[in-house]
Nanobody, 125 residues
Framework: QVQLVESGGGLVQAGGSLRLSCAAS????????MGWFRQAPGKEREFVAT????????YYADSVKGRFTISRDNTKNTVYLQMNSLKPEDTAVYYC??????????????????WGQGTQVTVSS
C-alpha cells in the first residue's frame, strides 16, 4: 500500500507562487506516472498535471498550462508542483496520486491509488 503525503500549501496573494510536495512511502514504484489533482469547494476533483516515470513527459490542464510545473525526484520518492502566477480560481485542496496514464485532451488521467489528506491552497484577490 502506498501512502501519499502532500505539503506546501498555504495562503498567498494573487500573482504569488507556491511549491507543493508529495512524498510517497510504502510499496511504490518509481516507474509509475504521477499526477496532481485539486478540488475546490462545491466542485468535483479535477486533474491539474501529470508526469511520466522519469520526468521526461508532462501533461497539463489548460487552466494551469504555462503557470504550473510538475516535476519529480525518484531518489526522494517525491513529486512537486511549482505554481506561479496564482489566481483566486486556483483555490482548492490539492492532492497527488498515481495515475494509469498521463491523459489526453479526450481522456483526462484517472487516479490509480489511494488519496492522501491533501494540502489547502488559498489565493486571495
Amino acid at each position: 500500500q502506498v501512502q501519499l503525503v502532500e505539503s506546501g500549501g498555504g495562503l498567498v496573494q494573487a500573482g504569488g507562487s507556491l511549491r507543493l510536495s508529495c512524498a510517497a512511502s510504502g510499496r511504490i514504484s518509481s516507474a509509475k506516472p504521477m499526477g496532481w489533482f485539486r478540488q475546490a469547494p462545491g466542485k468535483e476533483r479535477e486533474f491539474v498535471a501529470t508526469i511520466n516515470w522519469n520526468g521526461g513527459t508532462t501533461y497539463y490542464a489548460d487552466s494551469v498550462k504555462g503557470r504550473f510545473t510538475i516535476s519529480r525526484d525518484n531518489t526522494k520518492n517525491t513529486v512537486y508542483l511549482q505554481m506561479n502566477s496564482l489566481k483566486p480560481e486556483d483555490t482548492a485542496v490539492y492532492y497527488c496520486n498515481q495515475v494509469f496514464t498521463l491523459g489526453t485532451s479526450r481522456t483526462p488521467p484517472a487516479p490509480s491509488g489511494s488519496w492522501g489528506q491533501g494540502t489547502q491552497v488559498t489565493v486571495s484577490s
